[in-house]
């Protein structure tokens, strides 16, 4: 006899975890299969330990900006080995949390390689010996197994010295010097880390600009900030091949129709993930799959009734907060509730300093959608709390519907950027209006004004800007 | 302030020379000198359509941005990237730090010779 739950959740990742709690929380009888640790690539050799890094090696860079405030530190210096032990200590703190989480609210962990069968029923596999575990029946099946980084083909690219974020978070030593495959949130983040803790950063982006998915402002922006911080940028630029030289690599790409290249001690391929989706599914009970991906209808269900897929796995966008507002809709909607999110705003967030955010459409994309909008921008050099913290140049756009005033997305670059952006998923999502948001006053002084601001500029009324000026 | 000889000069404080039918064009001396330490420039894409008396670009010092506007109908073949990295040439040499080339012109504002430029140029500073 199998033994049987009302759900079975295939992979412990933020989309897993979330939804095998919210299931257990509605009274379903529920299991999650998970081969390797809880908290999955987000936690583990993701989002959580690159946010590690980024806290220390943006400390360091403040340290070393500290005499603007008076402050004498003298040589400033970091053990890389202790950075590390900080961050696998977050990391396992985390992890625990989430252990912890899953088992008080009786939810049982299968430890070993997840894999559907005919039946909605889930084979577990002990990942060492690859012999069966056990066998059980699921009501409803999660399929939440997530992504591993993409590799392309590259003349060069299995060298032992390129490595995808896996390998890289793995050295114990810092790089000396580094090439990065890709200006997307992977390879700008990592190249802030590095450039700040002092290795030698080139970043190479094929797009003509980085992280290409937002606006155009932004990627200027950042362009503009990490040149400053001595990372050397390449756009529009395609990488051709990768060669060892006397124990370095170097990466010859295409910039401007000429053939360059950038040697270093390593280079991190960070071109993106594709889904976990090897080995998860059984003779006869493979869903309808789309370029690698599970397809899912907008309740999230596969082509299986009442197998679902949340995440990376089921492709779209590959973010840990939309796997988790996925885990927890699919889980309400099998529990018979209606589920609160909408799950057509999503928020995406780059944590460099300045932090970037956004969130809906842009100016450019509502006009290509037929929209008329428009956008108010404010510009962060004239709110109070950024010019007290020397922050970089920043900005907060919100672009709005012409007629309505309702709310169509965001973007923003400056501090707190992350923490901000989800007050205007939350108006975008219930569709407020600029004179809705403005009912609530804003506290001084905070990087929150600035949003205020911003709202009052889609009308041109922005307090701290100065009128728009013509020349001449 | 300078005033380039051999170039072209819109009310707008826009510089702009016509070679083989491509058109560069660039804020003047003045325009820059106005407006003071430049901290961003945002510029429009190869291919973006401009057109004649509307805004193409904007500079923004570190409280004010100013709309720059095209001199010219026409598409923009070519950008200067140097000047989103370092907004701050545009300060250090205006007439060198060109923001767009412009092909396949059709239309142009009313444009001043250096010496009538110089001239519109101190009649705003006589009104100061």
């Known amino acids: 006899m199998r033994e049987r739950y009302d759900v079975i959740v295939v992979g412990a990742g933020p989309g897993g975890y979330m939804a095998a709690i919210r299931a257990a929380q509605l009274g379903l009888r529920t299991a999650v299969v998970e081969k390797g640790r809880a908290g999955g690539t987000c936690l583990n050799r993701g989002c959580i330990p690159a946010k590690a890094m980024l806290q220390a090696s943006a400390l360091l860079r403040s340290i070393k900006e500290a005499g603007q405030y008076g402050i004498r530190t003298g040589e400033v210096s970091f053990d890389y080995g202790k950075l590390l032990s900080y961050r696998e200590e977050t990391v396992d703190r985390l992890r625990q949390g989430v252990e912890g989480l899953l088992a008080a609210n009786g939810v049982a962990v299968l430890a070993g390689r997840g894999r559907l069968e005919k039946g909605k029923v889930i084979k577990v596999f002990r990942e060492t010996a690859g012999e069966v575990s056990g066998e059980y029946e699921a009501g409803a099946v999660i399929l939440a197994a997530g992504s591993v980084p993409a590799i392309p083909p590259i003349p060069g690219i299995s060298l032992p010295g390129v490595l995808t974020s896996d390998g890289l978070l793995e050295l114990k030593e810092r790089p000396e010097s580094l090439t990065i495959i890709g200006g997307g949130a992977v390879g700008v983040e990592f190249a802030s880390i590095y450039a700040d803790l002092g290795s030698r950063v080139e970043l190479i982006e094929a797009m003509p600009g980085l992280l290409p998915n937002m606006d155009r402002e932004i990627s200027q922006n950042l362009r503009m900030i990490l040149k400053k911080r001595g990372i050397g940028v390449h756009t529009s630029a395609s990488v051709r091949r990768i060669e060892e030289r006397n124990g370095r690599y170097a990466c010859v790409f295409e910039e401007k129709g000429k053939e360059r290249e950038a040697v270093s001690e390593y280079i991190l391929c960070a071109v993106g993930r594709r889904p976990a989706a090897e080995g998860l599914f059984g003779e006869g009970a493979e869903p309808a799959m789309e370029r690698g991906h599970v397809v899912t209808d907008a309740g999230l269900c596969t082509s299986i009734p009442g197998v679902y897929a949340v995440g990376d796995l089921a492709g779209g966008i590959q973010l840990a907060h939309l796997a988790g507002a996925q885990g927890i809709y699919v889980a309400e909607r099998i529990a018979g509730e209606e589920p609160a999110a909408d799950l057509r705003y999503v928020p995406a967030c780059v944590y460099t300093e300045p932090e970037i955010a956004s969130v809906g459409m842009t100016q450019k994309e509502a006009e290509e959608n037929g929209i008329d909008a428009e956008t108010g921008k404010f510009l962060m050099g004239a709110n109070g709390r950024s010019v007290i913290a020397r922050e970089e140049r920043g900005f907060i756009k919100i672009v709005t519907e012409k007629e309505t005033g309702v709310i169509l997305g965001a973007q923003m670059m400056c501090a707190r950027a992350s923490d901000m952006i989800g007050e205007l998923a939350a108006a975008a999502a219930n569709g407020l209006t600029v004179r809705q948001l403005l009912k609530g006053i804003r506290p001084h002084p905070t990087y929150n004004e600035g949003m205020a601001e911003a709202l009052e500029a889609v009308s041109g009324k922005a307090i701290h800007a100065m009128p728009a000026r013509r020349l001449g | ?128």
């Not at chain 2, 039918?21 to 510029?43: P, R």
């Not at chain 2, 396949?104 to 100061?128: K, N």
């Open chain 2, 1 to 128: 302030m300078e005033v380039r000889e051999g170039l072209l000069y819109s009310r707008e404080h826009v510089w702009m020379k016509e070679e083989d039918g491509t058109v560069t064009a660039g804020i003047t001396d003045y325009a820059q000198s106005e407006l003071k330490g430049l901290v961003f420039v945002n510029l429009p894409e190869e291919g973006d359509a401009v057109t004649a008396g509307v805004p193409f670009a904007d500079v923004e010092s570190v409280k004010t941005v100013s709309d720059v506007y095209a001199p010219v109908t026409g598409t923009v073949a070519e950008v200067n990237e140097e000047l989103a990295d370092d907004p701050e040439l545009i300060n250090e040499s205006p007439y060198e730090a060109w923001f767009v080339r412009i092909t396949d012109v059709t239309d142009r504002m009313e444009l001043l010779t250096a010496g009538e430029y110089a001239e519109f140029v101190e009649g705003i500073q006589g009104q100061d």
